[in-house]
């Protein structure tokens, strides 16, 4: 009698679903996953210095039985899992780096870490997510290579470095992984980044540009030194500089079509002068400027250098301009199509009433490298305890930065289920 009551039971049963299944997975792995990501955040290493991160992620990954290639843009680590059975090849990705940040907060495992920036001797931190990131990645590469007879096509796995930018002189990132031909038959990538401020369980999504293009520059204003009390004497340069910025950011409010997107001009450096009596002969201004659309980016670029260089002749000055100064990344966009495609697997991995769509942030990715290569979605997933309110979040690339690492088992289902389902759409 017990028996025919358990197969009736059986019988009954709802048959188990891919978000379960992977949703089921992904807990029997967090414990691991935050043990991951803990190693990380005690050992941080700065961009293009990953060495040991590098090492901990290859050992992994050739634990799991995947072939690895290591060195790539100089520390990043990629593994192809090959499902043997015709299909798309997915890139997954994860930015590996920690920023020159001394950590403040009292954790068990608060990096303690030193490195070396800009020839300077400087504590280290994982103060945007990075670790999270590599741990959610590592979380869905086992979770994929164990259900391997269910994939059609592949899966690369690539843990970027120098996400924050190379160090002076040096290539690096995800610009430098497309040169060396990570995506080189790739047909889609995801990624995503934990998120200070979102609640725990949410995923944020958006059409087209979420993420701004950023481009540093730098304007030098030559003028012609004299004695402070002679000023008519002089060319004087700290007056121009002080126009020019001035003049900069009237090129946002009074030239760009901002109902469009947003838009940012900013003077973030001024160097000149040593005396309170000197004029000196030059002054050094060093900003950045975010866009969200390569039409506005076209035109900003252009009116910097108008702007610049009209003040310049008014003052009699000269101006050097150099835009982009040592870097510079396109818009972070997420492919319309592929983003349509997609959402009904975020609402079925997050839950109804869990998936955001919200508006494009001024920060910048260089995921945006990839995607210029072949279509992707970048997202957002919340890391914000539920009971902390949003504005007493801390910020990224801060000393008190910090997530609620119950975040991570999101970010993990999205990873493998963004995978699964499009290998099966396609």
């Known amino acids: 009698m017990k028996h025919s009551i358990l197969f009736v039971a059986m019988l009954s049963a709802a048959p ?37 991160t590098a090492k901990y992620i290859e050992a992994y ?62 504590p280290v931190m994982h103060a945007c997510g990075h670790d999270t990131h590599m741990a959610m990645l590592m979380g869905a590469a086992k979770i994929l290579t164990e259900m391997k007879s269910e994939l059609t096509g592949k899966v690369k796995f690539v843990f970027q470095p120098a996400e ?55 304007i030098v204003v030559k003028g012609k030194q004299a004695h402070g009390a002679y000023p008519w004497l002089s060319v004087d340069p700290i007056t121009t500089a002080a126009q020019i910025v001035m003049g900069l950011q009237t090129i946002v409010s009074r030239e760009l079509p901002l109902t469009e997107d947003a838009a ?45 260089n009209s003040i310049a002749q008014s003052m009699r000055a000269e101006v050097e301009v150099t835009l982009p100064l040592d870097y510079s990344y ?16 975020l609402h079925r991995t ?3 009433g869990k998936v955001h769509e919200v508006k494009a942030v001024t920060g910048a990715e260089d995921f945006s490298f990839f995607q210029q290569e ?18 007493e979040a801390p910020a990224h690339h801060t000393p008190e930065f910090k997530i609620d690492e119950s975040g991570m088992k999101l970010g993990v289902e999205l990873l493998t289920n963004l995978t699964l389902d499009y290998m099966r759409a396609e």
Request: hydrophobic share 35%.
């Open 374 to 391: 072949v279509p992707g979605v970048y997202l957002f997933v919340g890391g914000k305890p539920l009971q902390l309110p949003r504005e």
């Open 16 to 52: 188990l679903t891919q978000a379960d299944s992977v949703s089921e997975r992904a807990s029997e792995i967090e414990p691991k996953v935050i043990e991951w990501r803990r190693h990380f955040h005690q050992h941080p290493e700065l961009s293009n210095r990953e060495f040991e």
């Open 264 to 308: 940012v001009v900013t003077v973030g450096s001024i160097h000149g002068g040593n005396r309170s009596n000197i004029i000196p002969n030059e002054v050094e201004l060093v900003g950045t400027i975010r866009t969200l659309n390569q039409s506005m980016r076209d035109q900003l670029h252009q009116a910097v250098h108008r702007k610049a």
């Open 61 to 122: 990954l050739r634990d799991l039985g995947l072939p690895v290639q290591t060195g790539v843009a100089k520390t990043g680590v990629v593994a192809m899992l090959d499902s043997g059975k015709p299909g798309p090849t997915i890139a997954l990705r994860a930015d590996m780096d920690g920023l020159p940040v001394p950590e403040e907060n009292d954790l068990p495992f608060r990096s303690r870490a030193i490195g070396e920036y800009n020839g300077n001797e400087v």
């Open 330 to 345: 396109p818009v972070t966009y997420n492919d319309p199509q592929l983003m349509d495609k997609m959402l009904p697997t």
């Open 350 to 352: 997050a839950g109804e």
């Open 164 to 218: 924050e930018g190379a160090p002076a002189g040096e290539e690096g990132g995800a610009e430098l992984m497309v040169k060396e031909g990570v995506m080189k038959d790739v047909d889609v990538v995801f990624g995503l980044h934990i998120s200070s401020d979102t609640d725990v369980g949410v995923v944020e999504y958006r059409h087209g540009g979420i993420m701004a293009a950023v481009d540093p520059f730098k």
